[in-house]
């Protein structure tokens, strides 16, 4: 999409529009395949009202495009969070230690969530299920008291307690501007430091999540898809969101699904699997 706007980035989102119909025109395009996560489905969606040939695809690590079960990338994400997390824990073990290790997700918890599990992680806190700090010093004391001196939290760089889900969105953004720490890993570290007199160190693998090889799977996935996307611009089926059904490749109309968030659920099956796990969400 951006090729389609050019370096001309600085506008307004209506203007940004009428300036990819215009270069769609002006290369004369025969179709536009978009790639990407919600704004990207969002934008494809205005320009299949306009007119275009639109056909879509749910690339993000994020895992929060509705309607399909699971986007690619994501599994490579969740593989490097998974990584760091293994590495931390030996650290931890031996040194005795609390870490937070802050996962991308700023509005959907699934690679903390997966990469969590995956890990072992003994707490996991996501944006959709807000903490309450008592319940996270209670874990990490409770793991103390059974002999175990680590605790790994897996925490999404969304993380919300529950007086913080209690504002509105311009004080909690508010609140964010004045807050001392510059992401909630370190606010949360420097709590739980203050309740237990333990050290805590933060992990923060970042952008690393975004980057390196593909796995398996979602090289496999990305391929069918790929196929999949070139068939309906032969059959010329536009408006369209190509997504994963089990294992199954199949379609949804882009204007059904385009700016909604799939979000986790506290009823989730895997939220509950999870917790009996011996896995505490803070909550």
Known sequence: L???V??????????????????????KLDALIVLGGN???KTANLLSEKGLNVVTAPKTIDNDIWGTDVTFGFDSAVKVATETMD???TTASSHGRIF??????????WVTLYSGIATGADIILIPEIPYDLRHVIEA???RNEQGKQFTILAVAEGAISKEDAQLSKKQYKAKLAKRKYSTVGYELASQIEKATGQEVRVTIPGHTQRGGSPVPFDRVISSRLGVAAAELIAKEDYGKLLIM???????????????????VSPDDQIVLQAKHLGISFGD
Do not use: F
Request: glycine fraction near 10%.
């Open 39 to 41: 704004g990207s489905h």
């Open 245 to 263: 059904k089990g294992y199954d490749v199949t379609t949804l109309p882009l204007e059904k699904t385009a700016g909604k968030l799939k979000y």
């Open 100 to 109: 937070v290790v802050e996962v991308m997700g700023h509005k959907t918890g």
């Open 6 to 27: 050019g370096s001309e980035m600085c506008i307004r989102d209506s203007d940004r529009v009428e300036m990819m119909v215009k270069n769609y025109e002006k290369w």
């Open 2 to 4: 951006r090729s389609l």
């Open 87 to 89: 590495n931390i824990k």
């Open 140 to 142: 990490i004391k409770r």
